[in-house]
């Protein structure tokens, strides 16, 4: 009987409906992992040549094919053919058209399980090294923002009400520290997800006497997987991918809702620069923050991808099962979304200008300073529930009179609490209340300069991945 190339092989006489075959088929969307099934191709059957299951000319003659198929599939001048299901069974088919029977051995020693859960994984570590290099940059928009205005005035909000005065560049620099984050729990999943599954078979190894630690080292996996039929169905990595792209997404979309309040008419705190804007199809004089709201909608996408891969996980009995297959969608997409957000985020940060006549009027025409006027009686000795007790009945006032705390007289100050004294007037300058704070972590011109020289070194340094 002569060879049929397929997934199906001799056990199924029939061919599949081509409505199943259609829904079984994966290639439209897994051919994404053209180039890391070569590596892991390769690897493989040159492992199989140091154990002596394949000889050398044919190692080379596999090789150079699947070399020649990955040059083809980049220049788009290979042919996908559904029938064969998947991106895995297109690239052997090809090979073994192009060279004949060593590609026919070279799935030796392995199984479909396997492979798809090494590439995956290769996938996924290779994506979230691009996600973290695609942070930096993100970060560095962010801390050469924050340098350009590190002291500009502008009031910190809580529950969308001013709250206190900080500095434009410590506000800048809250996201910063946010997006760090998301670099080193991208770090970490490196180092934890670094395991081979190839070897694995289809749950239970194989009869030949492979070298799982040499395909892993050749693919840069840093252990090896414990557990065969863990191997083949761990999808635990692309869960904890999901989880960091979506805080990612998180943190953008915050990002995003600021940037839609502060260039709304309403704040006028900044701009963002055109080429990140749109206008109305009706109304000739918008100029709208659209990237800023899709910023704020995409993380949507995320945690649906989550939910999604999360729900076909659960409750699957060992090993492989079908199923797994629809967890690489949500997985695709989730990591482009995440990689073009954060890529246009940082061009968009850049674009940034903020109108700091603006932002400092606002922090001058509120009550952002009652905190230090509280403070300065604390610090005179007054019980600090008293203090704040007397600072809010002065806020009252002064709001029914339409006066702001920098306009009062020391005289009427006192009417709230005779502890007030000359020395007062300080306390609500809101440049000199920005620079009393100077904690770490706090919004002082020294704690933010020296947070900006930290970070421009360690953002200069090349990072180990």
Not at 94 to 99: A, C, F, Q
Request: hydrophobic share 40%.
């Amino acid at each position: 009987m002569g060879f049929k190339s397929g997934a199906r092989g001799g056990r199924l006489k029939r061919a599949m409906d081509p409505l199943a075959e259609a829904m079984n088929a994966s290639i439209e969307f897994d051919r994404r992992l053209a180039h890391f099934d070569i590596r892991g191709s390769i690897a493989h059957a040159q492992m199989l040549e140091e154990v002596g299951v394949l000889d050398s000319e044919e190692v080379a003659a596999i090789c150079d094919g699947l070399k020649t198929i990955g040059h083809e599939i980049a220049k788009g001048n290979f042919p996908l053919d559904p029938a064969l299901e998947d991106i895995h069974m297109n690239i052997e088919d090809r090979l073994i058209k192009r060279i004949g029977t060593p590609g026919m051995r070279l799935h030796t020693a392995r199984s479909r399980n396997d492979q798809v859960a090494t590439d995956l994984k290769l996938y996924a570590l290779h994506s979230a090294k691009k996600l973290i290099q695609l942070l930096r940059v993100l970060r560095k928009s962010f801390v050469t923002k924050a340098q350009k205005y590190k002291k500009g005035m502008i009031p910190g909000y809580t529950h969308l009400q001013r709250a206190q005065p900080v500095t434009i560049g410590h506000h800048l620099l809250a996201y910063e520290a946010m997006f760090h984050r998301d670099q080193r729990r991208l770090q970490t999943y490196i180092e934890r997800v670094s395991r081979s599954p190839l070897g694995a078979g289809a749950l239970a190894t194989t009869t030949f006497n492979i070298d799982r630690t040499s395909t892993a080292k050749k693919l840069g996996f840093r252990h090896v997987m414990k557990n065969s039929m863990d191997a083949v169905s761990d999808r635990d990595f692309v869960l904890d991918l999901l989880h960091c792209v979506t805080t990612v997404g998180i943190h953008l979309s915050r990002l995003g809702e600021e940037l839609v309040l502060w260039t709304s008419k309403e704040f006028q705190f900044a701009s963002i620069g055109p080429a990140y804007c749109s206008t109305s199809s009706i109304m000739p004089q918008k100029a709208n923050a659209d990237i800023a709201e899709l910023l704020r909608g995409k993380v949507g996408r995320l945690i649906g991808s989550w939910v999604a891969v999360a729900t076909v996980c659960k409750g699957l009995p060992l090993a492989y099962n079908k199923d797994l297959q629809e967890t690489q969608e949500p997985m695709f997409d989730a990591v482009e979304t995440s990689l073009q957000c954060v890529e246009v985020a940082a061009k968009m940060v850049s674009s940034l200008k903020f109108h700091v006549e603006n932002t400092e009027a606002a922090v001058t025409n509120s009550y952002a300073l009652a905190t230090e006027l509280a403070d300065y009686l604390a610090q005179k000795g007054v019980p600090f529930r008293e203090a704040h007790h007397a600072v809010g009945a002065l806020v009252h006032w002064a709001s029914t009179q339409n006066r702001k705390l920098n306009s009062l007289k020391l005289t009427e100050l006192r009417k709230f609490h005779d502890a007030f004294a000359r020395d007062v007037f300080p306390w609500i300058d809101a440049e000199v209340s920005i620079n009393r704070r100077n904690n770490v972590g706090g919004p002082a011109i020294k704690q933010i300069s020296l947070q900006l020289r930290e970070l421009k070194k360690e953002l200069t340094d090349v990072p180990t991945l």
